[in-house]
């Protein structure tokens, strides 16, 4: 049986909003006295859709069947941990934040619509939008190019490889570069090791990769009642955080961190509805308490 702490907490219905709160009142007291409140608006708006847009995606892929919002909760609580005391670093007009938004926006996207591709009755069509708006993210950081081998691995992997969906995805790859470069003679920017602007970047990492780590062990080694499509999602999503995990472990480009803690907060919203052991409850405690102490270091 269930732990009464883990249950509550993955079947409460309070437990989404007040993170969404606790949210809210982290963003007001670290940019309070920021010149740019505009800009730090716009971030949090974005940011709350980005966790309510997970309750859609599992919905369509059906990941946790029971009634619960724990995704959305996880999401919040690493963004107001991890990504709240920095997000405004560095975005001080419309251009920047445009390229901080956007550019992540245009990223999970694109990792949908090659996720999906699986269950489309039309995947070519999916899979040639998927790389075209991988390509134009590149433009502004051309190391999100490496993702290439990645998003070919996942259509093998997903069974929506074909020639004709193969052509369709060169074809969508390749156009904003000829578009770019050639037509509009625009220059791609130069393969740079962008600097995080999160300090302490070793341990987030650190605490991401445990958590990675902890949902592998239990979706591959514990082995629960899967159906074909929920085996399906979780290991893309697996394969895909461990993916961008290393990219950003690797300094490649830090556009990468908010499609890694969608997917986080994907799988260990999983973990933590589905497992029932003694130990998941120490382990969500550890969850929860871990970013809110890496919250009060970075305040301090």
């Known amino acids: 049986m269930k732990s009464n702490l883990q249950t509550r907490i993955t079947r409460s219905i309070l437990a989404t909003p007040l993170m969404a709160l ?31 847009s997970l309750v859609q995606v599992n919905r369509a892929s059906q990941i946790i069947r029971k009634h619960t919002n724990i995704m959305c909760f996880f999401y919040w609580l690493f963004v ?41 009755q039309y995947n070519t ?21 490496y993702m290439a081998p990645l998003y070919l691995l ?4 997903l069974r929506s490889m074909s020639l004709r969906s193969l052509c369709a ?4 790859i390749a156009l904003p570069v000829v578009t770019f470069y050639f037509l509009l003679h625009l220059p791609y920017p130069e393969l740079l090791h962008k600097e995080f602007r999160i300090p302490d970047i070793d341990y987030l990492l650190i605490y991401f ?16 009642q899967l159906t074909a499509a929920v085996r399906t999602w979780l290991y893309a999503l697996l394969f895909l955080q461990l993916y961008l995990l290393a ?24 973990f933590f509805t589905t497992a029932s052991s003694r130990i998941s409850l120490l382990l969500f405690v550890g969850a929860l308490i871990a970013p809110l102490v890496f919250l009060c270091l970075s305040v301090w």
Not at 133 to 143: D, R
């Open 22 to 52: 606790a949210l809210l009142v982290c963003w007001i007291f670290l940019y309070s006295r920021h010149e740019w409140l505009a800009g730090a608006g716009i971030v949090l708006l974005v940011q709350i859709l980005f966790g309510l």
């Open 80 to 120: 107001a941990c991890f990504i709240a005391p920095f997000a405004m670093d560095g975005v001080g007009d419309w251009r920047s934040l445009g390229e901080s938004l956007g550019v992540p926006l245009l990223l999970c996207l694109s990792l949908w619509l090659l996720l999906t591709s699986r269950s489309a």
């Open 125 to 145: 069509g999916r899979l040639y939008h998927s790389f075209l708006l991988l390509s134009i993210t590149s433009y502004v950081s051309l190391e999100l190019l």
């Open 154 to 157: 996942l259509m093998l992997y």
């Open 169 to 172: 995805a060169l074809f969508g």
């Open 209 to 224: 990769g445990a958590l990675w780590l902890i949902t592998a062990f239990y979706v591959w080694g514990v082995r629960p």
């Open 247 to 270: 990219m950003t472990a690797l300094h490649l480009s830090a556009y990468t961190i908010t499609p890694m803690l969608l997917c986080t907060s994907l799988t260990v919203g999983y």
